[in-house]
Nanobody, 121 residues
């Protein structure tokens, strides 16, 4: 049974940084593609960053200069480092896992965490 548990969200002032974590249980990251998504208040869910089982990454164009996705395979944990946060980054952030190719389409991902809230003021 695959389980993803996010943590690291919270309230931060504009310009600050946060690092989100996504701990996996039931499988290992080196066999899955992983993604970070977010859902701002009143808006659609959007893809932020993805990483495949080879460690190759891709980012939403508007976020690539401030956000970094990474994996610690020894800890079976996915991370999202977010710098220079802006109020428009306020959202519920989710990690997701897929046996398929790394994709920004949410439909690709079969497993989702419960989300962690990030609020930037």
């Amino acid at each position: 049974h695959v389980q993803l548990v996010e943590s690291g969200g919270g309230s931060v002032q504009a310009g600050g940084s946060l690092r989100l974590s996504c701990a996996a249980r039931g499988y290992t990251y080196d066999t899955y593609c992983m993604g970070w998504f977010r859902r701002p208040p009143g808006k659609e869910r959007e893809g932020i960053a993805v990483i495949d089982s080879d460690g190759d990454t891709a980012y939403a164009e508007s976020l690539k200069d401030r956000f970094t996705i990474s994996v610690d395979n020894a800890k079976n944990t996915l991370y999202l480092r977010m710098n220079s946060l802006k109020p428009e980054d306020t959202a519920m952030y989710y990690c997701a896992a897929s046996r398929g190719v790394a994709s920004f389409s949410a439909m690709t991902y079969a497993y989702w965490g419960q989300g962690t809230q990030v609020t930037v003021s």
